[in-house]
């Protein structure tokens, strides 16, 4: 079992930037890959960012590409979106989650593959 919290949402200006932490409990967090995936209002979740267990290997929406950085710390049971160069349409709920096996799947994008979930934090970029 695994339980996440997420924390670091807020507001702030296009153009700003943000970090957000995931916080794990359970001793199996650093075996397993995780993700990050946002909600819109009116729109579905989509994939964000994901990196497998050791942080060796990541991927990215390419609508963050080049923005955002995922990064874990296995010691401290925590993963963080490292959010830059923010625009209005990042204006959403962002939800962490984790799989279950070490590695990404080729399906990364799907957030079936991803059995655990946090509450989610908000975060909103004014123009």
């Known amino acids: 079992q695994v339980q996440l919290v997420e924390s670091g949402g807020g507001l702030v200006q296009a153009g700003g930037s943000l970090r957000l932490s995931c916080a794990a409990s359970?001793?199996?967090?650093?075996?397993?890959?995780v993700g990050w995936f946002r909600e819109a209002p009116g729109k579905e979740r989509e994939f964000v960012a994901a990196?497998?267990?050791?942080?060796?290997?990541?991927y990215y929406a390419d609508s963050v590409k080049g923005r955002f950085t995922i990064s874990r710390d296995n010691a401290k049971n925590t993963m963080y979106l490292q959010m830059n160069s923010l625009k209005p349409e990042d204006t959403a709920v962002y939800y962490c989650?984790?799989?279950?096996?070490?590695?990404?799947?080729?399906?990364?994008?799907?957030?079936?593959?991803?059995?655990?979930w946090g509450q989610g934090t908000q975060v909103t970029v004014s123009s």
């Open positions: 989650a984790s799989r279950t096996f070490p590695e990404v799947p080729s399906s990364f994008a799907d957030q079936y593959v991803y059995p655990y």
């Open positions: 359970g001793r199996t967090f650093g075996v397993n890959a």
């Open positions: 990196i497998n267990w050791s942080g060796d290997n990541t």
